[in-house]
T-cell receptor, first 113, second 115 residues
């Protein structure tokens, strides 16, 4: 365990389903991140929440919707996904200040049928 | 803007031989540099970082990296590779002052250590 917990670890969903990925950290970090990792593609930063700020990658489709109710929890809401959204979704957390090392969760493997 | 290049998609090395995984970077001002490793079906794990000071940084599992400011490089090295070192390695950079706290990652290099 790294201190960042992601659930579920595996998710299979149809294109019309609505599901959510959850991430939880108890490291006292003040920033949380969602990354998408697809085969043979670079790691893609999707969203970052830090303190009061949200940073988003403008290329992420609106069918992905993040939510960060507090500094310890992060969600990624999924709806009407496409097969090309199948990937490993990684959550990470860090401090904003200093040489902020990211701590990653084990990832949620998503398959869209 | 900051960027990282990992010029090799894959590095092959025999067990017991030294290994090098290359990384070059671009950033405004002084960098913070990081190496992470990813084993199959896992998230990324931090290996080591350069902040300031000694150009040779030692990290987990016997890995080290050398910061070269003139060549803007931060290559990952290990004197003697193990089969268990086979994994995906990511280099990352961010500016030490000003700019964003969000690091930029390279594309990753797959290290394969043959018995």
């Amino acid at each position: 365990e790294t201190g960042v917990t992601q659930t579920p670890r595996h998710l299979v969903m149809g294109m019309t389903n609505k599901k959510s990925l959850k991430c939880e950290q108890h490291l006292g970090h003040n920033a949380m991140y969602w990354y998408k990792q697809s085969a043979k593609k670079p790691l893609e930063l999707m969203f970052v929440y830090s303190l009061e700020e949200r940073v988003e990658n403008n290329s992420v489709p609106s069918r992905f919707s993040p939510e960060c109710p507090n500094s310890s929890h992060l969600f990624l809401h999924l709806h009407t996904l496409q097969p090309e959204d199948s990937a490993l979704y990684l959550c990470a957390s860090s401090q904003v200040s200093g040489a902020n090392v990211l701590t990653f969760g084990a990832g949620s493997r998503l398959t869209v049928l | 803007a900051q960027s990282v290049a990992q010029p090799e998609d894959q590095v092959n090395v025999a067990e017991g031989n030294p290994l090098t995984v290359k990384c070059t970077y671009s950033v405004s001002g002084n960098p913070y540099l990081f190496w992470y490793v990813q084993y199959p079906n896992r998230g990324l794990q931090f290996l080591l970082k350069y902040i300031t000071g000694d150009n040779l940084v030692k990290g987990s599992y016997g890995f080290e990296a050398e910061f070269n400011k003139s060549q803007t490089s931060f290559h990952l090295k290990k004197p003697s590779a193990l089969v268990s070192d086979s994994a995906l390695y990511f280099c990352a950079v961010r500016a030490s002052s000003g700019g964003s706290y969000i690091p930029t990652f390279g594309r990753g290099t797959s290290l394969i250590v043959h018995p």
